[in-house]
């Protein structure tokens, strides 16, 4: 009987797991499989290729029971700590997807890539990912089970794209520049 119950859990994560892969591929998240070591001190690594289609995720997710690392193709991950992930969250509502690994009490912010400098995330304690990170569900010895706070389906799937007013004005102003420089006429 604990075979089998065993063997009916063990079946009943990987089609989770394949479910949500599907989703992300399917909403233009690539993905990849992660493996998860148990052992103290180990760190999860990537063991596949990126992933792409929900077909792909199908054969990949098919019976494995890989964990899913979301890869930071159309955005970056703005990783703080507590004391400036609350806040930020607070500010932020529902505009950009977040997660949190309670262990740690760190956010995580979905960004549209160049949308951060990470020197200054850094001088704040964070960090900023831009190759891929554990998905929400996903349980870390370091982090525990990492958690959505904003879905991405809450975004329509979009990585917050950050326009403060000053961003907008010299933004405009930096691309003026760059076209004269192109085109080398001075009209905007």
Known sequence: MG??????TRRARARRLRERAVRYTENSW??????VPQEAGSAPELVGEVVRTGAEAQVVWGENGWDIA?????????????????????????????AMAPAR???LFFLEAGSVAAER??????????????APGTRLESTGRIRWLVQPYQTRWQPLRRQDPI?????????????????GSGSP
């Open 167 to 183: 961003d907008t004005v010299l933004g405009s102003f930096s691309d003026w520049c760059q076209r004269t420089a192109i085109t």
């Open 105 to 107: 009490r760190h956010w």
């Open 121 to 134: 995330i850094a001088m704040v304690g964070g960090v900023l990912h831009r190759d891929w990170v554990p």
């Open 70 to 98: 979301l890869i930071a193709q159309h955005f970056e991950v703005m990783e703080l700590p507590p004391e400036f992930g609350a806040l930020l969250n607070h500010q932020l509502k529902q505009s950009c997807p977040t």
């Open 3 to 8: 075979k089998l119950i065993e063997e009916w």
């Open 30 to 35: 690539p993905v990849a499989p992660l493996a």
